[in-house]
């Protein structure tokens, strides 16, 4: 049988003619990522774009590209998802639009329209977890107006998380 399942990522992977069979037999893993995830702390995620397989430190679960080249061909028609799952728009007139790149996160455009000024840079916008929960990328997506709640400062919004926390 020349087909083999990674025990990682779940990749069917042939054996190379020109290997030996007995090497062959021992391989578990499609890649050296693979096999190097299996001895680490972490998982292995699908590349959105370019699909191809990459191992993601347990402390950046969010990461959905392989590079910074893959999340730059991400942006489509004036936005784009940046790896920690927000949504970043076009916007290079805003007076806090980041710099060089020119984009402002949505979540931030939206409070602005509904409370009818800029938000200084101290502002945090907090996504409450209405309809997804809040640890999941979804929620970080969901720009709705009663999804979204703004603190003065970021003090103020991290003493909420810990005392939903306590809760």
Avoid at 16 to 27: E, G, I, M, T, V
Avoid at 92 to 111: F, G, N, S
Wanted: net charge positive.
């Amino acid at each position: 049988m020349n087909n083999k399942i990674c025990k990682i990522c779940g990749t069917v992977f042939h054996r190379d003619p020109r290997s030996s069979y007995k090497l062959w037999d021992k391989r578990q893993y499609c890649s050296t990522e693979c096999s190097a995830a299996s001895q680490k702390t972490g998982i292995i995620k699908i590349c959105k774009v370019c699909k191809k397989t990459f191992y993601v430190n347990l402390s950046r679960q969010a990461k959905k590209f392989c590079s910074k080249k893959c999340c730059t061909k991400n942006q489509i028609k004036g936005s784009y998802i940046t790896s920690d799952n927000y949504v970043n728009i076009y916007f290079p007139q805003h007076p806090y639009a980041i710099l060089r790149k020119r984009y402002v996160a949505e979540h931030r455009l939206v409070m602005e329209k509904h409370i009818g000024r800029y938000l200084a840079p101290v502002e945090v916008v907090h996504h409450k977890g209405i309809k997804y929960l809040i640890s999941s990328p979804e929620n970080k997506q969901d720009n709705r107006i009663e999804n979204l709640q703004l603190f003065p400062n970021n003090k103020i919004h991290t003493s909420f998380h810990q005392s939903l926390k306590k809760h």
